[in-house]
């Protein structure tokens, strides 16, 4: 009975324990992506060493030229690169990495990226493409730091200096609520050598600031 009333009590404290820890980083992601507000985001995805495409159109925003985006997430014509533009409204309308995704005809999961049927992203066909013994799915960021700035009366936070690239894991990739301003993000799946993957990295184009 004594080792049951020391045993029990570790359990609850671990069990809450890994619950503070998950609501902590949940919160640390919303603080580093709260919304809404008009942010900018650029990105690449790479499928087997092939660099998938978003035309424009579709991939641009609702009655501009065929566009079908979003205002909450959407792409321009004349952007340079891969950039999304996030406008949500309301903190309902908070885009994710999912949910961003799914609005370019891709599906994220943990351990796999569906082209959707019929969509046109260049060199990536259609199709299912699942991680294996040989192939992996890599989620990269880099975050910017920011500055608080007040001009005309107007406080927000300034652009001031890029962090290192980090690579997270998807589960926690697609826990993100929405990704910050200035950030940019690298989705890599199949067996690239760290110098494709560092390349890649460094085309990314910076978002507008």
Known sequence: MGAAKIVIPLIIVGFLGIVFFNVWNWNNELRES?????????????????????????YSLSGSEGGKLPLKMHMHQADNGNILHYEPSTSEECQGVRETFRYLDITVNERSLVFEAGSNHGSVAPGTYEVTEDKELRFFRQYANTEETTIGGVTYDA??????????????????????????????????????????QQAVPDPPM
């Open 159 to 200: 652009f001031s200096s890029y962090r290192n690239w980090e690579e997270i894991s998807m589960g926690r990739a697609l826990d993100i609520r929405q990704l910050p301003n200035f950030s940019k993000i690298l989705i890599v799946y199949g067996d690239a050598t760290d110098e494709q993957i560092q390349a890649w």
């Open 34 to 58: 709260g919304c809404p507000g008009h942010w900018h985001t650029t990105f690449d995805v790479y499928v087997d060493g092939k660099k998938a495409g978003f035309p424009k159109p579709p």
